[in-house]
């Protein structure tokens, strides 16, 4: 354990890691405690489980042509998509596949309906906006989940009208995780330390840890807003209420992915490595989105979000199954056969994560508004929870965790010169 730094950094994902380099940058003597044994967070690039690289968490660079994180990629030559997908979206539906250009797909309308109602002054639940007599209501449902986590009943219109995205979406060729590893590799991390309690005092923060206890002149808690609305982390003074409210008010959802890797690649004619299947035989039938052999890899990438991801994650190997299973209704019961290996991603039951992204309830669009204030002033926020309009996104926490950098920085009394958010270390 380091001894009495200026600030310490809870989490290494990548708030965590934006906050190090604006300190580094800023020539603060701090350190990064991370729970987990990598770093990243829900940026994790897996490279064993399959046999291929592919992305358990975040793996699109959202708004790319305003995105810190893609310029930092071309900065360093992490390999990125550099255009975004244009050709056709296909889906498998009552029993048939068909095929629609990608800006025409039906579902972005009716998505589109659910932000424009937000950005009208209207806060409700999505559901409200949908129809749930549509024919492939389902499959809009299942969009929703996979957008902001959870079920349409339970996502704010005005907080899906709070977000900012410019259209341009680029998913990382070489893994989005591993870009934030690179970003991390000269800071000073301490892995395998879980924190346990934070205390603030007259002039300074008391950090409990695993390890011992550690202090410091200002904390930046980075990590994933479930430690809060749990109460994994216990805060003296406690939290102010109003923040414990927001807490409740802006949880996180649930969202998980299957990876299923071939002994060969199985798909062809998919101009656009993405298909939505859906088999509406029963009011019970889940569909289900995939990616299709990404970046040429012999793999299948299963999207599956909001309460049926939580319900399926109760019971091991289960979504695997359901990945696997609903494959084979659109391209044949063989295709299991040339399955070489499954995996499943696990943030909701992973003790340190706890789930996927922040969705405001409706009605609690303005609850996040509370994440951007210093706690105690001298404990800061940071996180895709904490931004005001790049929520949900890798980009949007580590221009959080930039910022928390140099509000510590100043409260603990130190002089903050002007921010630069390309800056690496080197």
Known sequence: ?????????????????????????????????????????????????????????????????????RLIAEKIGHEYQTEPHDGYMQSFMNGAWSQVLVDEYFVWDLLGKISAAGRAGKDVAAEEILDRGHALYPLIRHWCQMLYSMDPENISTGDAGNYSDS?????????????????????????????????????????????????????????????????????????????????????????????VSFDRKVFEGFDIPFADIFDPVADST??????????????????????????????????AAFALETLCKAFGGDLGKRAVAVAASGWGNDPFIGGAYSCAKPEKASARKAFSEPVHERVFLAGEHVHPHYVATCHGAYETGLDAGYRATAAAGFSVGETDPLWLAT
């Not at 008391?206 to 109460?231: D, L, N, Q, Y």
């Not at 909001?306 to 019971?315: F, H, K, N, T």
Request: aromatic residues 6%; contains cysteine.
């Open 167 to 259: 259209g341009i979406n680029l998913p990382v060729k070489a893994g989005y995780g591993a870009l934030i590893e690179k970003l991390a590799q000269k800071l000073p991390i301490r892995l395998n330390i879980e924190v346990t309690a934070v205390e603030v005092l007259l002039g300074s923060v008391r950090i409990e840890t695993s390890s011992g206890t550690i202090e410091a002149k200002a904390c930046i808690m980075a990590v994933p807003a479930r430690s809060f609305e749990t109460g994994r982390i216990r805060f003296l003074p406690r939290l102010p209420r109003h923040l414990e409210q927001a807490f409740q008010d802006v949880p996180m959802g649930w969202f998980e992915k299957v990876a």
């Open 1 to 69: 354990m380091v001894s009495n730094p200026d600030i310490v950094i809870v989490g290494a994902g990548a708030a965590g890691i934006g906050a190090g380099l604006a300190l580094s940058r800023l020539g603060i003597f701090y350190v990064i405690l991370e729970a987990k044994h990598r770093v990243g967070g829900r940026a994790y690039t897996d490279i064993s489980s399959i046999g291929h690289l592919w992305d358990q968490g975040c793996h699109w660079l959202h708004s790319a042509d305003r995105n810190v994180l």
């Open 286 to 319: 889940c569909p289900l989105n995939f990616e299709l052999h990404p970046f040429g890899r012999p793999i299948a990438v299963a999207h599956v979000a909001g309460s049926v991801a939580q319900e399926l994650s109760r019971e091991s190997g289960a979504m």
